[in-house]
């Protein structure tokens, strides 16, 4: 007699294969991402070379326009499409690379040319990004998309992990230049994937009749109204205040603060970063848990211990053991907010809410990386590290109460 298990279908023990024109669409932005990550580097080791206060300029040229337009990028992808404006901003960067590889072997690195590059860069990123973290809602269908959305959380940090190392050894290497080089062969990789792939669930559009600055607000309004994504937008904008700023900025001072060398610092970075591709590939084999909303609240609540871990840490194994759970629980919330946010958000505001998502992480991250450095700088990295853990685990629990993402569950 045949076993329970070897009597179910294949089906219901395996999950379906997501679907080739997503995969193609991964591999090509993981890729473009890669690139980012490596001209991002050697833009801020260009800059280095002028001093801080170039150094700031070119970060400010960048995240300025981002966030001032954002919304209006989101409308803009809800009105013409999130494919076409992919496509457009992707052959915009192109261009823009292409320039500056171009620029920079002939006049150098000047910091004229890098001001107006982090320039294009801040602008072309608040109509794509919106456009681009709707994709996967056109590419696949709702009950596949936590799994899609982990693959490509995994993709990401491995491409971030990358990014630094390899944009080291190319600028060491080619300059600039060679940098700019890389990317622009990232981005035309990118432009070829992109006509190539076209959205099998492909949403919506806003109404013609509809304004673009009426259309953002109303991307606003909608997020404020719905029971399950204002709370969502909350959690996202804590988790950007209270676990990001703990990689880039307190892991090194907590480091120097204990006397550990700069490579302690790295190995704990580092295990986040495994942490969350560890969780990110066990959700794209198994799944979401089924109560999504507890998923990711549990997320955050276990970022929290990591961090803990991390502050009190008397050894660098311990701190490095903190930086895995950490990025574990890190891990876990991302990959349970994301597809919550997507099959929650009506088709015709798919590119506006991605918009919104993007810009309270970028503000919550703007005010966390100030107050926590003038806390750390007050009462040491310690203690700057104990209130991020403190607001983690304080937000998680609050997730927990509330009815609208304690009982929902996943599609």
């Known amino acids: 007699m045949a076993s329970l298990d070897t009597a179910r279908p294949l089906s219901a023990r395996r999950p379906a294969a997501l679907p080739r024109p997503y995969l193609v669409w991964l591999v090509g932005t993981r890729a473009s991402l890669l690139g980012d990550a490596v001209l991002y580097f050697a833009l801020g080791w260009a800059a280095s070379a002028h001093g801080g206060a170039t150094g700031a300029l070119v970060l400010t040229a960048i995240t300025l326009p981002r966030t001032l337009l954002l919304l209006l990028g989101g409308a803009v992808a809800d009105r013409f499409g999130a494919r076409r404006i992919t496509i457009t901003g992707d052959a915009v960067m192109l261009t823009a690379t292409l320039v500056l590889a171009l620029a920079s072997l002939r006049f150098g690195a000047s910091p004229w040319l890098l001001v107006v590059v982090a320039v294009v860069i801040g602008t072309v990123d608040a109509f794509y990004l919106p ?60 432009l070829v994937v992109l006509v190539c792939v076209r959205p099998a669930h492909d949403a919506e559009r806003s109404p013609r009749t509809e304004g673009l600055l009426s259309g953002a607000a109303d991307g606003v309004r909608i997020a404020v109204a719905d029971p399950v994504l204002r709370p969502a937008l909350l959690l996202t904008a804590a988790a950007a205040g209270f676990l990001l700023p703990v990689v880039s900025l307190l892991n090194p001072l907590v480091a120097r603060e204990h006397g550990w060398s700069a490579g302690v610092a790295g190995l704990v970075a580092g295990g986040q970063s495994l942490g969350v591709i560890a969780v990110a590939l066990v959700v794209a084999r198994r799944g979401t848990l089924r109560r999504i909303g507890v998923g990711a609240a549990s997320g955050l609540c276990g970022a929290a211990l990591g961090i803990a871990a991390v502050a009190m840490a008397g050894t660098p194994a311990v701190a490095v053991a903190g930086g895995v759970v950490a990025g574990a629980g890190s891990g876990m919330f991302a990959c349970h907010i994301g597809p919550l946010v997507l099959t929650h958000t009506p088709g015709t505001h798919l590119a506006r809410l991605q918009a919104l998502l993007v810009l309270v992480q970028s503000l919550a991250l703007v005010v966390g990386n100030n107050a926590l450095g003038a806390l750390a700088d007050a009462q040491g990295a310690t203690t700057a590290a104990a209130v991020c853990a403190t607001g983690a685990c304080t937000a998680g629990i609050t997730a927990l109460t509330l009815k609208p993402l304690r009982r929902l569950r996943r599609e």
Not at 150 to 170: E, F, K, R, W
């Open 131 to 190: 456009a681009t973290g709707s994709m996967p809602r056109r590419l696949v269908g709702k009950e596949q998309l936590p799994r899609a959305l982990a693959v490509q959380q995994a993709g990401g940090q491995i491409a971030s992990l990358l990014g630094a190392p390899l944009g080291a050894v190319l600028v060491a290497a080619a300059g600039l230049t060679g940098a700019a080089f890389a990317d622009a062969a990232t981005f035309a990789i990118v």
